[in-house]
């Protein structure tokens, strides 16, 4: 049973930085390709950005991109999301995510989900 607890979020000013981290366990960490969604009051779950298990192929929501950075650490069992020049949109809850599996940006495709961490971003 993977299990995923995300930590990082807060409150930031426009223009400021978070790096979100999401902990893995339950099984071997390097095979799960990892992503990361957000969900904005009222609306639908979306994706942010996703990255393989070796950590060499990545892909971006065009909204993020440029301004987001995901990682990860097969060592540590740990996914990152470096966010900086954070705009009041941005605002959400971030779901980490896992799947065993090819890249997708489909959330319907991710079987495994952490309980989300709040970013807020004041204007």
């Known amino acids: 049973q993977v299990q995923l607890v995300e930590s990082g979020g807060g409150l930031v000013q426009t223009g400021g930085s978070l790096r979100l981290s999401c902990a893995f366990s339950?099984?071997?960490?390097?095979?799960?390709?990892m992503g990361w969604f957000r969900q904005a009051p009222g609306k639908e779950r979306e994706f942010v950005a996703v990255?393989?298990?070796?950590?060499?192929?990545?892909s971006y929501a065009d909204s993020v991109k440029g301004r987001f950075t995901i990682s990860r650490d097969n060592a540590s069992n740990t996914v990152y999301l470096q966010m900086n020049s954070l705009k009041p949109e941005d605002t959400a809850i971030y779901y980490c995510a896992a799947r065993v599996g090819a890249i997708t940006t489909l959330k319907s495709r991710f079987g495994s989900w952490g309980q989300g961490t709040q970013v807020t971003v004041s204007s």
């Open positions: 990255i393989s298990g070796s950590g060499i192929t990545t």
């Open positions: 339950g099984r071997t960490f390097s095979t799960y390709t």
